[in-house]
């Protein structure tokens, strides 16, 4: 690989996105979401108040409204991530602008790599501005602010990293909406199995919940939400709900503890596997 | 020993079941300017992306600059023009130069010269900061050879390079070849264009059902000069034209075969002094066309060579 290389088709990648409407198009509709959120956290609380609910109920509600607003974002971000970079090498490759490019002395490797750094670079930035800008308006109108802001944000952008690393991958190989398409479906599939192996693991069937868990070690986003989760939701929340029961504890916007630094690990070298397999499915194709 | 810029022996490529190149024996020299021609579905488009390592062959065997092929290091020294691209449309002309400066590894301080000189020999010197996506397919088509010029490459490979240019296009493209050629580079020329090819090439291959059914200078393929004048009114004694080459009556036509074709207007000059009235008169050497015409369709009717 030669990171000279990488560079420049990340570059490329950066400029191409940030030129196109897409992501401006996102922007606004991210600020757009941003507004009414904040308009409605806002009618919410007055009214609430008005009503006689007191802070600590408040807070509670506030704090799982943020949770369903990151819900919301993840999932945006996790279709952004997908249809953004699912084209990203396949429709180079359908209108033969890649032929020009891998004539060149580099490894296609070199422009896989690039693609997702540059690919990286704007998910994560993105992720992180609109979820901070999330939870910024809801502290302004609220004063609610979660215990672990950095941590939330941090596996929102993981996940999409995630997402992103597959559509990229399966684009190597797959015309571009195809790739988006599957890439969808893992994703849907992933939060799924993810609520279905904690509705297992909490009533205690064992064989769904080893299912559900082998799934999330194929298609880790749902194990990355719950990080999201967990960095959102206040202390509180955590001790009523493990005195809620099993059936509170299988909530599937409900974490009781941030993911395992192993599963963590593993979802970075899922990452590098995956980017790594569309590597070599692209640098195997005959073009 | 010289170079090649290509070589390659009973080059071949399946796609399962499909054969897209059966076998292919080409050699480009140094500095030569070779055209490849077939029919649509011959093979030529295959036969490039072998070349350049896009796809694997199959069998035979290949070398570019020395170099088997695919090789990294040979690339560096390959500019390429695909026949079926487009450049990123949100980028500007220099922009597209520098990514591919970029990939190739142009040096920095060589770069902003290189680009100058590689658009304002495609004439886009004066578009270099506008969007290509609003440049017309001609333009592109300039661009594109532009891009396969940059950093002065051993070897050129123009996969259809003038398909979608205007006469005066075509025209600069066969200076730009020229140019090229001048500075030392191996041009493979892949087109439709016959015209095109038999003006500008050093040696030309015939390509058909994915393999070389012709090969050699326009010399060699298309054989000696001739000149047929229809004309009555002669005197039985032709010696004034012995001269010129031998004589023969063809068809009712009088033919000079072989016969050099500088001299033909004063080989007509002495049949008008010799009192002889001219009809017509046809310079009848074969043309890249008809030749190819002959090798394709005696091909399909022969079946598989």
């Not at chain 1, 009618?43 to 369903?68: D, H, K, P």
């Not at chain 1, 992103?164 to 599957?182: F, H, N, W």
């Not at chain 1, 899922?270 to 397999?277: E, K, M």
């Not at chain 2, 592109?140 to 259809?160: C, K, S, T």
Request: aromatic content about 6%; charged content about 20%; overall charge neutral.
């Amino acid at each position: 690989m030669n990171p000279r290389i990488v560079l420049v088709v990340a570059q490329l990648t950066i400029r191409e996105i940030t030129r196109r409407r897409i992501l401006w198009v996102l922007a606004v509709l991210s600020l757009a979401s941003v507004a009414l959120v904040g308009w409605g956290v806002d009618r919410m609380v007055s009214l609430s108040r008005e009503n006689g609910v007191n802070a600590y109920e408040l807070e509670i509600a506030v704090s799982q409204i943020l949770i369903l607003i990151a819900f919301m974002f993840s999932f945006v971000l996790a279709m952004s991530a997908a249809f953004l970079s699912a084209p990203a090498i396949a429709s180079d490759v359908e209108t033969g602008t890649v032929l020009a490019m891998v004539a060149r002395p580099m490894h296609r490797a070199d422009l896989v790599v690039g693609r997702w750094l540059g690919l990286a670079l704007i998910v994560s930035v993105y992720a992180a501005g609109s979820g901070l800008l999330a939870i910024g308006v809801v502290r302004f109108i609220s004063d609610y602010t979660p215990p672990s802001t950095a941590l939330a944000l941090a596996f929102l952008a993981f996940q999409a990293v995630a997402v992103m690393t597959l559509a990229l991958a399966l684009g190597t190989r797959l015309p571009g909406i195809a790739a988006g398409a599957v890439t969808v479906v893992l994703f849907g599939l992933g939060w799924f199995t993810g609520v279905l192996g904690s509705l297992s693991n909490a009533f205690g069937v064992r064989s769904m919940a080893g299912l559900g868990d082998a799934f999330r070690l194929l298609m880790p986003t749902d194990g990355l939400w719950r990080g999201v989760i967990y960095g959102l939701e206040p202390s509180q929340v955590v001790i009523a709900t493990q005195q809620g029961g099993r059936l509170a504890a299988s909530n599937p916007f409900f974490a009781d503890a941030p993911p395992p630094m192993a599963f963590t690990v593993w979802c970075a070298v899922w990452i590098v596997l995956v980017l790594a397999l569309g590597a070599w499915l692209f640098q195997r194709r005959e073009l | 020993m010289t170079e090649m810029a290509i070589e390659t022996r009973s080059l071949r490529k399946a796609y399962g079941s499909t054969i897209a190149l059966e076998s292919l024996d080409l050699l480009v020299g140094a500095g030569e300017v070779v055209g490849l021609l077939g029919p649509n579905g011959a093979g030529k488009t295959t036969a490039v992306k072998l070349l350049l390592g896009l796809v694997r062959k199959s069998g035979g065997e290949g070398a570019v600059l020395g170099r088997p092929l695919g090789d990294r290091a040979a690339r560096a020294r390959i500019g390429y023009l695909p026949e079926l691209f487009r450049y990123q449309s949100w980028l500007t002309a220099d922009e597209v130069l520098r990514l591919h400066a970029g990939l190739a590894g142009l040096p920095w301080p060589r770069q902003a010269a290189e680009f100058d000189r590689v658009l304002g020999l495609v004439g886009l010197a004066d578009r270099r900061h506008d969007r290509v996506g609003g440049f017309s397919k001609g333009m592109q088509q300039r661009l594109g050879l532009a891009v396969a010029l940059l950093g002065d490459p051993a070897l050129v490979v123009l996969d259809e390079p003038t398909s979608a240019l205007d006469p005066v296009g075509r025209d600069d493209v066969r200076s730009i070849i020229r140019e090229a050629q001048s500075r030392g580079t191996a041009v493979l020329l892949n087109s439709h264009l016959l015209g095109e090819v038999e003006r500008l090439c050093d040696r030309v291959v015939i390509v058909n059902r994915g393999s070389v059914v012709a090969a050699g200078t326009l010399g060699e393929l298309l054989g000696e000069s001739a000149v047929r004048i229809r004309v009555t009114g002669l005197p039985a004694d032709l010696s004034p034209l012995a001269p010129f080459g031998p004589l023969a009556e063809e068809d009712g036509w009088l033919a000079i075969r072989p016969v050099d074709t500088e001299r033909i207007p004063e080989v007509v000059a002495t049949v008008v002094s010799m009192g002889g009235r001219v009809h017509a008169v046809d310079p009848a050497r074969q043309t890249l066309e008809e030749l190819f015409l002959d090798v394709v369709r005696g091909g399909e009717r022969g079946g598989r060579p």
